[in-house]
């Protein structure tokens, strides 16, 4: 059993707002220079380090452990012009997660030689609760479903099959062009939007002329989500005092739920047979798996250390905090397919006929020399 690791980056002050801020960091902690309480993460990133050191604390371990086969996921989260939007996508100067990380994917793919792989990559974002396809702008409004084979998943949002990193980078470019068609206040649009790209993984063995009966087409399943929340400033606001407030377009059902979702897990209502509201947003439905279950999961949770957003600050911070308490559990997600049962189960009889051929063989030298064991001299 593992758990969601929690990372806090602070984005640059003015040398105006260092000279005021209330905050104080040591090591992995920060705190309110008058205040007792401490918060206490896995790394607390100053405003000095680089997106890359961010991603190579956790995101890059978890970006291997996609190719080989296990769930994984790392969200932005926090106030809007916190620098989710930096730390994910980063600029020219700064590439952000989400091309490190598809440069990561694409070489440690290129290491494992004994398996071939499939990519795809989708990219989709959740606005007033309803899902929109940046890959395809014509696909709107697009439903949850779910399947045996297929888990939880979007019907309809397009999967490009994809071979480089460039031109997985030049889809998210495309993706984001896509975006502010018909928004009059992008700035508003985006901090009320969350955006997932995914990559989906499937590999399997190679094929081995003279190791065919050990080959069974097993096929390695995984999926990457990069995640940029809307800003959280409102709905954790409403969050934290419990209330449901109808704000019409403000509040962000998605995010409040969740809050709702981190808090239940973070208390152990899952374990405990509990109910845990995931159906309750189009966001918390999607990611279920990364939040309570199989998936390695980072949230960097970006955050100001000026004063005046001090309240928004510690919010942010209760919400990183909590879910640092959350415990997920990844393994590889392996599947059969039918030429793959069917070799199983051949080799199964195989081994079933080899095994009553050595009866017979046995049978027969009985009934010629006897029992070798209890010969009678
Ligand atoms: P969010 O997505 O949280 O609303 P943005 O990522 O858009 O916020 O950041 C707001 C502004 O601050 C942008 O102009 C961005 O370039 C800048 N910014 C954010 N974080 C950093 C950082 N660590 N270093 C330099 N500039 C940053
Ligand atoms: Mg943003």
């Given at each position: 059993m593992d758990r969601i690791y929690v990372a806090v980056r602070a984005r640059p002050l003015s040398p105006e707002e260092s000279k005021t801020t209330p905050w104080r960091t040591s090591s992995n902690s920060i705190y309110l220079h008058n205040q007792p309480t401490k918060f206490e993460f896995d790394r607390v990133f100053g405003e000095d380090c680089k997106t890359v050191d961010i991603f190579e604390a956790r995101a890059k371990e978890i970006v291997a452990c996609v190719v080989r086969g296990f769930n994984g996921t790392v969200f932005a989260y926090g106030q809007t012009s916190s620098g989710k939007t930096y730390t994910m996508?980063?600029?020219?100067e700064e590439p952000g997660i989400i091309p490190l990380s598809v440069h990561e994917l694409f070489c440690s793919i290129q290491e494992e030689m004994d398996r071939e792989f499939l990519v795809r990559m989708s990219y989709m974002e959740i606005y007033n609760e309803e899902i929109n396809d940046l890959l395809a702008p014509e696909h709107r409004k697009l439903q949850i479903h779910e399947s045996l084979?297929?888990?939880?998943y979007v019907a309809g949002l397009k999967e490009e099959i994809v071979t480089s990193p460039e031109q997985v980078l030049e889809l998210v470019e495309f993706g984001e062009s896509h975006r502010?068609?018909?928004?009059?206040?992008m700035n508003l649009y985006s901090s009320r939007s969350h955006t997932i790209f995914r990559m989906i993984v499937e590999s399997r063995e190679r094929s081995k002329e003279d190791d065919s009966a050990n080959f069974y087409d097993a096929v390695r399943v995984s999926a990457l989500n990069l995640v940029d929340l809307a800003g959280s400033e409102r709905a954790v606001k409403t969050g934290a005092e419990g209330m449901r407030l109808k704000e019409g377009s403000h509040i962000n059902k998605s995010l409040l739920t969740l809050g709702t979702v981190i808090k239940k897990l973070s208390d152990g209502v899952e374990s405990q047979g509990g109910h845990v509201?995931?159906?309750?947003s189009k966001l918390t439905r999607i990611l279920q798996p990364a939040l309570g279950g199989n998936a390695n999961t980072a949230i960097i949770c970006n955050i100001t250390l000026s004063q005046i957003h001090a309240d928004e600050t510690k919010c942010s911070l209760l919400f990183a905090s909590r879910a640092l308490q959350v415990k997920n559990c990844a393994c590889v997600n392996e599947i059969l397919t039918d030429a793959a049962l069917l070799k199983r189960q051949k080799k199964e009889i195989e081994e079933l006929r080899a095994k009553v051929l050595n009866l017979t063989i046995w049978r027969r030298k009985f009934l010629i020399y006897g029992t070798p064991y209890y010969r009678v001299s």
């Open positions: 996508r980063g600029s020219e084979e297929r888990g939880i502010h068609i018909g928004e009059t206040n509201p995931y159906r309750d």
